[in-house]
């Protein structure tokens, strides 16, 4: 079966660090895109960044860019997003996705992690 | 920066048909993918490449092209398919990826 599972809640104060984790199984990691996507509460969806684990090509959305970094273990078929320096602000979950092959030539973001909330709070 | 717009909500009654709207500039040359997410769940593709239906996913789900606007279609809606819709889609370089702010489907 293919899947994305992704590390626990977190529980943070302003100004700690955190690194959370996508761990894919099923396909072949290093081969498929990963995509993080921010969702705040009772908000929407937003295009964070994506990472080709094969090579750490990483493109991130101007809006995340500096703020957040992506980065990937090819080894042992994981991902991760990393923050510093955390924010209020940064209370969300996020959500890993990968992009995958659903035709010949088609492909899109079809499997998703559970999510991992982040609440940032003094 | 590159926007997709959607309606904020649409409502229907059960049987009937809904049509979620996504509009944006590069629409008319990118194609656009559209997600369900449940209260409290991850998002699930539902339409791919503008028109297409992953495997699983009901043949009441469609999809159309207009130029800058893309259509979900949902015919003879039922109360499952309460949710939350996004569309995605980049600009018209395709480096610069973006969702729609989202349409929350309620089934009267």
């Known amino acids: 079966e293919v899947q994305l599972v992704q590390s626990g809640a977190e529980v943070k104060k302003p100004g700690e660090s955190l690194k959370i984790s996508c761990e894919g199984s099923?396909?072949?990691?290093?081969?498929?895109?990963v995509l993080w996507v921010r969702q705040k509460p009772g908000k929407g969806l937003e295009w964070m960044g994506i990472?080709?684990?094969?090579?750490?090509?990483?493109r991130y959305s101007p809006s995340f860019q500096g703020q957040v970094t992506i980065s990937a273990d090819k080894s042992i078929s994981t991902a991760y997003l990393q923050w510093n320096s955390l924010k209020a602000s940064d209370t969300a979950m996020y959500y890993c996705s990968r992009l995958g092959e659903l035709a010949a030539e088609s492909a899109a973001f079809d499997i998703w992690g559970q999510g991992t909330m982040v609440t940032v709070s003094s | 920066s590159y926007e997709l717009t959607q309606p904020p909500s649409v409502s229907v009654s059960p049987g009937r048909t809904a049509t979620i709207t996504c509009s944006g500039d590069a629409l008319a040359n990118q194609y656009a993918y559209w997600y369900q997410q449940r209260p409290g769940q991850a998002p699930v593709l539902v339409i791919y490449d503008g028109t297409k239906r992953p495997s699983g996913i009901p043949e009441r789900f469609s999809a159309s092209n207009s130029g800058t606007t893309v259509t979900l279609t949902i015919s003879g809606v039922r109360a499952e398919d309460e949710a939350d819709y996004y569309c995605?889609?980049?600009?018209?370089?395709?480096?610069?990826?973006?969702f729609g702010g989202g349409t929350q489907l309620t089934v009267l």
């Open positions: 099923g396909y072949s990691f290093s081969n498929h895109w």
């Open positions: 995605l889609s980049s600009d018209s370089s395709g480096t610069y990826w973006v």
């Open positions: 990472i080709y684990p094969s090579d750490s090509d990483i």
